[in-house]
């Protein structure tokens, strides 16, 4: 069993920054590769980044790329999400994930434990 608990989100305005923070309990952090997702009202919960277990590599939605950036501290079981340029679109809430292996980290299916999820708003 994992437990996972976000923090950090809350309202911006556009072009602000936010950091999220993820810290896991449980089983051994180093093993589980990490994912964030978001949904906003009304839609599907949809990929935003992702970081394996071995943390050497990183993926991004494609509506991120440049903006956030993913980061595993595996001696303090957490993993982060910076949000730089934040945009009106990007209000969500955004919620942590776990699985493991390291491939499709980018699908839904992947994951086997996930948080409760922390709300970010972005205002115009």
């Known amino acids: 069993q994992v437990h996972l608990v976000e923090s950090g989100g809350g309202m911006v305005q556009a072009g602000g920054s936010l950091r999220l923070s993820c810290v896991a309990s449980g089983n051994i952090f180093s093993d589980y590769s990490m994912g964030w997702f978001r949904q906003a009202p009304g839609t599907a919960r949809e990929f935003v980044a992702a970081i394996p277990y071995h943390g050497a590599t990183t993926d991004y939605a494609d509506s991120v790329k440049g903006r956030f950036t993913i980061s595993r501290d595996n001696a303090k079981n957490t993993v982060d999400l910076q949000m730089n340029s934040l945009k009106v679109e990007d209000t969500a809430v955004y919620y942590c994930?776990?699985?493991?292996?390291?491939?499709?980290?980018?699908?839904?299916?992947?994951?086997?434990?996930w948080g409760q999820g922390t709300q970010v708003s972005v205002s115009s």
């Open positions: 994930a776990a699985g493991r292996g390291s491939f499709y980290l980018n699908t839904l299916t992947f994951y086997d434990y």
